[in-house]
């Protein structure tokens, strides 16, 4: 198990009982879960997690902030497919062909 996972976890255990997050408190239940990690870790966490409510956090990850501009994209990129189709129909008129004006990629 990586260290990172490991102070995943132990800190959702902490703010699942309603225990304040702490290095201390991170590390004690690595070592009781028998975990080695590096010492920064568990502080690098806390540090981490010291202003967040992680319960809240938790609970609004599925709030619907990024379902807007999805759908608005996928309708968009369909429209886009749309006038595409449309743009293939036209029949190209003589005056935009590039052999009326002169040029010639190869020649």
């Not at 749309?82 to 010639?104: H, I, L, Q, V, Y």
Request: proline share 4%; glycine share 12%; with cysteine.
């Amino acid at each position: 198990m990586s260290a990172e996972l490991a102070c995943t976890y132990a800190a959702l255990i902490l703010s699942d009982d309603g225990v304040d997050i702490s290095g201390d408190k991170i590390a004690s239940l690595l070592k009781a879960a028998n975990v080695d990690v590096e010492p920064f870790w568990p502080g690098l966490f806390a540090g981490a997690l010291k202003n967040c409510n992680v319960s809240e956090l938790i609970s609004n990850i599925s709030s619907g902030v990024g379902a807007g501009p999805s759908a608005a994209g996928g309708a968009a990129a369909g429209g886009a497919a749309e006038e595409a189709k449309e743009e293939e129909k036209k029949p190209e008129s003589s005056s935009e062909s590039d052999d009326d004006m002169g040029f010639d990629m190869f020649g």
